[in-house]
């Protein structure tokens, strides 16, 4: 199962702040989501984590999920 490796604050285009989520798969590739502030909020909500550090070992799937909701955000 994929797992969050690790997690960095960066800056977007606009000034606004993004979340860089590495994501470690089984096979021992890695690769980064960048996720807006929306997403963001969401995923360290379904995560239960105040900090950073506490997302790392969390599935990808949880990343999934608050793609999704920043994205549905523009449907409702």
Same mark, same amino acid.
């Given at each position: 199962?994929?797992?969050?490796?690790?997690?960095? /604050? $960066? @800056? +977007? *285009?606009?000034? !606004?702040?993004?979340?860089?989520?590495?994501?470690?798969?089984?096979? =021992?590739?890695?690769?980064?989501?960048?996720?807006?502030? /929306? $997403? @963001? +909020? *969401?995923?360290? !909500?379904?995560?239960?984590?105040?900090?950073?550090?506490?997302?790392? =070992?969390?599935?990808?799937?949880?990343?999934?999920?608050?793609?999704? @909701?920043?994205?549905?955000?523009?449907?409702?």
């Amino acid at each position: 199962m994929a797992v969050i490796e690790r997690a960095r /604050v $960066a @800056a +977007a *285009h606009e000034g !606004d702040a993004e979340l860089v989520v590495g994501i470690r798969y089984n096979n =021992g590739g890695c690769s980064d989501v960048v996720l807006d502030a /929306v $997403a @963001a +909020a *969401h995923l360290l !909500d379904s995560c239960e984590a105040t900090t950073l550090e506490q997302l790392a =070992g969390h599935s990808w799937q949880k990343v999934q999920q608050a793609l999704s @909701a920043s994205y549905n955000r523009f449907n409702q």
